[in-house]
């Protein structure tokens, strides 16, 4: 989508890739899943967790392709938290996948939330690298797509300074 767009991570960008609209399709969603899996096959991945919201299909279903289980973390007090009685042990091998990133924010607090109980990830899969490539977790990570797509700071917000009205896609509650 083109416009004036708020990102999770509160940068600002006049593209957007809403990959929900992907997701609604379970077909597409599969061969998305198939393909995000395919570095990892060999590697005998016990857990596939993925950031709330735009992690959770992701995970399930390459969980499903890779024979794993699918977690995913959810927000609370600026950081990811396991609940429902979730729980990965510290000799498991875990993935971690993401519909989109731009700085990474969300696959970052998921790695800190696995390194907090002792988890090292075997790598993270992303369907669209917004960063073009730049985004490093320091592990092996694999885009389906990598696009270069320019996000401002608030203040630095060229749409910001024309007057652009702000939209958050991934909410239906409108910005003010």
């Known amino acids: 989508m083109d416009g004036h767009f708020l990102l999770t991570s509160g940068l600002h960008s006049s593209r957007f890739m809403q990959c929900s609209q992907l997701l609604q399709y379970p077909e597409q969603t599969e061969k998305t899943a198939r393909m995000l899996a395919e570095p990892y096959q060999e590697q005998d991945v016990?857990?596939?967790?993925?950031?709330?919201?735009?992690?959770?299909?992701l995970a399930y279903e390459t969980a499903r392709v890779l024979g794993a289980r699918a977690l995913y973390a959810e927000p609370a007090e600026g950081k990811m938290v396991l609940r429902r009685g979730f729980k990965i042990k510290t000799d498991e091998k875990v993935l971690v996948v993401e519909d989109a990133v731009t700085t990474g924010g969300s696959v970052r607090k998921v790695l800190e939330l696995?390194?907090?109980?002792?988890?090292?990830?075997?790598?993270?899969?992303v369907m669209v690298d917004r960063?073009?490539?730049?985004?490093?977790?320091?592990l092996p990570t694999h885009s389906l797509l990598q696009?270069?797509?320019?996000?401002?700071?608030?203040?630095?917000?060229?749409?910001?300074?024309?007057g652009i009205p702000l939209q958050q896609p991934k909410s239906q509650v409108p910005l003010d």
């Open 147 to 162: 696009l270069e797509v320019q996000s401002f700071s608030p203040e630095d917000c060229p749409f910001c300074q024309e």
């Open 114 to 125: 696995l390194e907090s109980i002792g988890v090292t990830a075997a790598g993270v899969a």
């Open 131 to 138: 960063s073009a490539g730049r985004v490093d977790f320091g």
């Open 46 to 57: 016990d857990v596939v967790i993925g950031p709330a919201m735009g992690g959770v299909i």
